[in-house]
């Protein structure tokens, strides 16, 4: 779970943590019961003096930073973080805890905290299955009226997820099945990933391909939300996605291992190579590997800033990889009656109005989009390379690309350019405009911008995840005429 997550389920985005090191790391011989706030607001302005968004709970040290508070028995009992177990951990009290899609609720009575911890508790169990599965994680909700007790519920996927469940554990204890026959039987595929190699200091690496374990197993008549889906996880051993495919007359659950989640405890070191490359093309809402076009398409910063291009192919060939053992396990799903085949379309392309010498079709030209090649943080601001393409037409195009912090929730925060550069192949406007003039030839219109936001900027550039975005698409407006000669 990202850490951004504990904020963004606070009414008032403020978290306070209580941990326990361990007894070798002590601070001044002090160990367990260390408290600290974080108030996570907005960059904002009183008597003129700008301050940043972040605030902290805690004392003031001799420095006049703000230190965690030690060894406060009845301060931890108050705020209900008292830690049960002596072994080194984090709990985090969300203050005023509530689902920002679903405000409103948690506000009345005691039945629709118990309502919402029933729900958290199947989402934990939905998510978070292969971990509990191994033991890696417990985990228990608890409502309390004041000081009484009146919801208790250990998370337990074994009852929702069986299927799951077995199938992980006969993984792991190397009791797999060659062919799926019956209910309950469990097969394991290879799915090859193409690693890109890592450019930056950390732990740089040629490219190479990982060898994924697809894990397959028959279901039985009990439904639930992951049957007929693969579940996409890496080595936190959360489902990060699904892949969804249905075959006629079976049913079936399957996950994916890739990178460190295939042997845990002993991971190689390609397996946490590959499942480093595979975080880093997560979203800050740790939601998605394979990405999507147009507006769902998130941000490419984080590959881009440490992984040589091409990587978007290796994603999106770890989903056709997948399909392609189901097939080879369930047979090609049956083209549906008003349907035709795909591959007659491919032959008649002119009859979607393609590029060629035949007759167009009248739909609407395809938008543009934005393909990052490069990204970094230096001194503060982010230096982008990004690539804007667009269908080739005699009009042209207008657009404006925007740096966008990326939220949690899909949302963006737009962030102004410093510097801003196109080719010599496209002009800019005084607005941050890319106007790219149609050609009498040729499928795209394309070039390349060189851009460096500013250095003020909501958060930490270092801390942030961006995208670029075009804000608007429109016709070029006319060419300048230029000066006639005396």
Not at 45 to 66: E, L, S, T, W
Not at 461 to 481: I, N, T
Request: hydrophobic share 40%.
């Amino acid at each position: 779970m990202g850490k951004a997550v504990y904020w963004r389920f606070s009414r008032l985005q403020t978290v306070i943590f209580n941990s326990t090191i361990s007894p070798e790391e002590a601070v001044n011989s002090r160990w367990q019961n260390r408290l600290l706030g974080v108030n996570q607001g907005v960059v904002h302005q009183i008597n003129n003096i700008n301050y940043q968004g972040r605030g902290f709970f805690g004392a003031i040290n001799g420095n006049g930073y703000v230190a965690s508070v030690w060894d406060h028995q009845e301060l931890v009992d108050a705020l209900k973080l008292r830690r049960h177990d002596s072994r080194p951990g984090t709990s985090a009290l969300l203050v005023g805890f509530y689902d920002p899609d679903e405000p409103e609720k948690g506000m009345g009575d005691i039945k629709e905290l118990e309502s919402f911890a029933k729900r958290l508790g199947a989402a934990i169990e939905e998510d978070f299955w292969p971990l509990l599965t191994r033991k890696r994680l417990r985990v228990r909700t608890e409502v309390l009226d004041g000081d009484e007790l009146v919801l208790q519920h250990a998370v337990d996927p074994a009852d929702q997820y069986a299927e799951l469940v077995r199938a992980l554990n006969r993984f792991d204890a190397g009791d797999v099945d060659d062919t799926l026959e019956e209910v309950g039987s469990v097969v394991v595929r290879d799915v090859p990933i193409a690693i890109s190699a890592r450019i930056d200091a950390h732990d740089p690496h040629p490219a190479f391909e990982h060898t994924a374990k697809l894990v397959v197993t028959l279901s039985d008549d009990e439904h639930d939300s992951l049957e007929n889906k693969v579940c996409l996880l890496r080595r936190p051993e959360m489902v990060v996605q699904t892949v969804d495919r249905e075959f006629e007359g079976r049913t079936y659950h399957a996950f994916l291992l890739a990178g460190a989640a295939i042997r845990p405890d002993n991971p190689s070191i390609e397996d946490e190579r590959a499942d480093d490359f595979l975080r880093f093309a997560e979203p800050p809402a740790h939601d998605r590997w394979i990405p999507r076009r147009g507006r769902n398409q998130t941000s490419q910063a984080n590959l881009t800033a440490h992984y040589r291009a091409p990587w978007v192919p290796n994603l999106q060939n770890i989903e056709s990889s997948i399909l392609d053992r189901l097939f080879e396990l369930f047979g090609a799903p049956p083209v549906s009656e008003d349907q035709p085949p795909e591959a007659i379309f491919r032959n008649l392309s002119f009859l979607r109005g393609e590029v060629g010498t035949g007759a167009r079709g009248a739909s609407a030209a395809r938008k543009p989009d934005v393909r990052i090649q490069h990204a970094h943080v230096a001194n503060g601001a982010w230096h982008l390379i990004f690539e804007i393409r667009a269908k080739n037409r005699p009009e042209g195009w207008e657009v404006v690309p925007k740096l966008a912090f990326v939220g949690l929730d899909g949302g963006h925060v737009d962030v102004d350019w410093a510097s801003f550069e196109a080719e010599d192949d496209a002009e800019t406007g005084s607005g941050g405009e890319v106007i790219l003039r149609g050609k009498p030839r040729g499928r795209l219109l394309k070039t390349t911008v060189r851009a460096v936001s500013v250095s003020k900027l909501p958060i930490p550039a270092s801390e942030s995840a961006v995208d670029v975005r075009l804000a608007r698409a429109s016709v070029a407006p006319p060419p300048l005429k230029k000066p006639e000669a005396e």
